[in-house]
């Protein structure tokens, strides 16, 4: 088997999977050689002359040798080819973001990954001082991603994004005020008024141009906004806690009446939600100054077209009221969280590996991950000045084509945190006019909602699972996923229908083959743990 192995991956080495050269052990006058793998990125042309290797050569007075594997998740397959041939692995692995917590583990049990704890004490004072930002609970919560619960060794460092840098606004919706004029109507409060104003914008032909071509709701995510006024539902973590209890809101009464909500408003034809991104993204910015929705999800920098001339008609819609006692939620995804630096076992020097590691903590080097080189691309402002997402920075970019150039930056996701103060960039268009600034007057809004709008006591979104409860759940995690996508979308259509007995029996049925009281189970006993 290890000589088949070695054989596959000298096929996948010689069509040019891997690029670069392996681990040389040499240094350049006073300077050490620190060796690192990472994925291609798609648009990096040279790493040997990149900006952002000059400056952490400089920086640790270093030379860099890298390792170039695939991009994607093609990376991850062959590293684990590296591993069971045998095969000399580079000092420092960045970017393998694929790579899960259970993962991990397992190659840090196996041998291949080294044990941090020790190291990030003695020589992680960049990120010592980022995680000190972070509240409790999601310092918490990194501090878990990175290591075995079971044992508490740490073999990852990670990359984590704060509340305002990550697009939680995909889950908002924005409402055309001048359609509301049209029809002498307000912004809808709760579920029975929302229907009315839809109606109301498919019926009287609010954009007046005499033809039936408005779309009263446009957004891939109507059931995750509408579902959370009958009962909190995270789309990405679908089990509540209740008074200490864990349970699923998708099998609930709530989730059921919210289903035959959604589907009225699909029958009468208030809401597309099957649209294709780019359609969605032409029809949402409308034809000249006449808008085609009524209602839409999402961010708007991504959601429309730069030249769009309808977002000055719209408003962000606030979340919508509690229709059951148990709604009223907004749901605000937890921060992203991904594994992203491993030192090897074959690297020597794994103090040198941990600076390295460390260092890519630094503001600086946030900012210089996505904003390129500084003085060239991006300089830091005297005085902090609004972002488009209502938040305040001092990096003043100097020159936006750093986005599509090759050899600033390295393209990967970087061991790093980012924060209010190293990511975002002060916004050119905070004021004035056009789609630009209508975008980030709509950003803005939608973070101060997300920042103080209702949210539940607790949510299983941190909890502690030990290896083996981790390994039930990836096993069970996709199929309990994929019934609640299919079942639902079957009710919403009409193939099934929510209030028939029957067909929400056999949804049930469906859930519990899927391992769902096994998920509530494994859920219910790290929430005990936890207290």
């Keep these: 088997m290890k000589r088949v192995v070695s054989l596959m991956l000298a096929v996948v080495m010689a069509l040019g999977a891997f690029t670069g050269c392996g681990k040389t052990e040499k240094t350049s006058g006073d300077k050490k050689t620190l060796t690192v793998g990472m994925p291609q990125g798609t648009s990096v042309t040279s790493y ?7 400056y952490f050569e400089e920086s640790l007075n270093i030379d860099i040798e890298f390792v170039l594997f695939s991009s994607g998740s093609e990376a991850m397959n062959q590293l684990s080819l590296m591993c069971a041939a045998g095969d000399e692995l580079p000092d420092v692995l960045i970017g393998f973001s694929n790579m899960s917590t259970l993962m991990m583990v397992q190659y840090g049990e196996d041998g291949f990954l080294l ?11 960049n990120f010592k001082a980022q995680m000190d930002k972070l509240p409790k609970d999601e310092r918490e919560r990194v501090e878990r991603s990175m290591s075995n619960v079971d044992t508490g060794e740490i073999y990852g460092m990670p990359l984590y994004s704060a509340v305002t840098v990550n697009d939680y606004s995909q889950e908002m919706m924005n409402i055309n005020t001048k359609w509301l004029s049209a ?25 007046g141009n005499g033809m039936e071509d408005e779309l009263p709701l446009l957004s891939p995510n109507v059931y995750r906004y509408i579902v959370n006024a009958f009962v909190y539902y995270d789309s990405k973590r679908p089990l509540n806690i209740a008074d200490g209890k864990v349970l699923s809101p998708t099998i609930s009464e709530e989730n059921r009446q919210s289903l035959v909500y959604i589907r009225k408003l699909y029958e009468e034809g208030l809401i597309n939600f099957s649209i294709s991104e780019n359609d969605a993204k032409n029809t949402i910015s409308g034809d000249g100054t006449t808008a085609k929705v009524g209602i839409w999800s999402g961010n708007p920098l991504l959601r429309a077209t730069y030249r769009t ?36 076992k074959d690297c020597e020097d794994t103090e040198l590996a941990m600076q390295f590691l460390d260092f890519c903590y630094k503001d600086e080097s946030v900012t210089r991950a996505r904003h390129g080189e500084k003085g060239v691309y991006w300089e830091e402002a005297d005085e902090a000045q609004p972002t488009v997402y209502g938040t305040e920075s001092k990096i003043k970019v100097l020159n936006a084509d750093v986005y599509s150039e090759t050899d600033t930056r390295w393209g990967v996701y970087m061991p790093s945190i980012y924060t209010d103060d190293n990511y975002h960039a002060i916004s050119k268009e905070s004021e004035g006019s056009g789609s630009a600034a209508e975008s980030a007057r709509l950003n803005r809004v939608h973070t101060e909602i997300m920042k103080t709008w209702r ?24 199929t309990i996923l994929s019934t609640i996508t299919d079942y639902f979308a079957l009710f ?29 189970k494994i859920y219910q006993k790290a929430y005990d743990r936890s207290k």
Aim: hydrophobic fraction near 35%; aromatic fraction near 8%.
């Design 455 to 478: 949210k539940p006591e607790e949510t299983v979104a941190a909890l502690p699972f030990n290896v083996e409860e981790q390994q039930k759940l990836e096993k069970m995690g996709a």
């Design 48 to 54: 040997e002359d990149n900006a952002y290797t000059r």
């Design 115 to 125: 044990e941090l704890s020790d190291l990030i004490e003695k020589y992680g004072e």
């Design 309 to 344: 001339q309808v977002l000055d008609q719209y408003e962000v819609l606030e979340p919508l009221a509690d229709e059951t006692g148990k709604g009223g939620y907004l749901v605000q995804w937890p921060r992203d969280l991904l594994l992203s630096g491993f030192i090897t």
């Design 183 to 207: 029809v002498g109507m307000q912004a809808p409060k709760n579920v029975t008024e929302l229907y009315e104003v839809l109606k109301a914008f498919k019926e009287e032909d609010p954009n």
């Design 492 to 520: 919403i259509t009409g193939e099934l229908d929510p209030t028939d007995d029957a067909d929400w029996k056999e949804y049930l049925d469906k859930m519990e083959k899927s391992g769902l009281s096994e998920q509530i």
